[in-house]
């Protein structure tokens, strides 16, 4: 079956950076698009970066465009989410999230979700 296992959060002083990873396993990773999801106390997830099955395109959320990057190693069967210049409020937890369709990540709907990882950014 389909796994997406994330790793790298942890606690950040704002201005910080963290990698998440995320390992996927169970699917053909390159013809899948990728997404990052974030999901903050008492608010609904939503979306924060996405990239397509070879990386030939890249769309993020306009709260982390140009500190986030999102980017994959389709022969390690992982996507990452380099955050740069954190703020306190991009905590939250985050999640990998994977679709053969772009357009289903961007609207929000994934056909995979991993377990989340938390990223806490202190002020």
Do not use: H
């Amino acid at each position: 079956q389909v796994q997406l296992v994330e790793s790298g959060g942890g606690l950040v002083q704002a201005g910080g950076s963290l990698r998440l990873s995320c390992a996927a396993s169970g699917l053909t990773f390159s013809a899948y698009a990728m997404g990052w999801f974030r999901q903050a106390p008492g608010k609904e997830r939503a979306f924060v970066a996405a990239i397509s099955g070879r990386a030939f395109s890249t769309y993020y959320a306009d709260s982390v465009k140009g500190r986030f990057t999102i980017s994959r190693d389709n022969a390690k069967n992982t996507v990452y989410l380099q955050m740069n210049s954190l703020k306190p409020e991009d905590t939250a937890v985050y999640y990998c999230a994977a679709s053969p369709m772009m357009n289903k990540l961007r609207a929000g709907v994934s056909d995979y979700w991993g377990q989340g990882t938390q990223v806490t950014v202190s002020s």
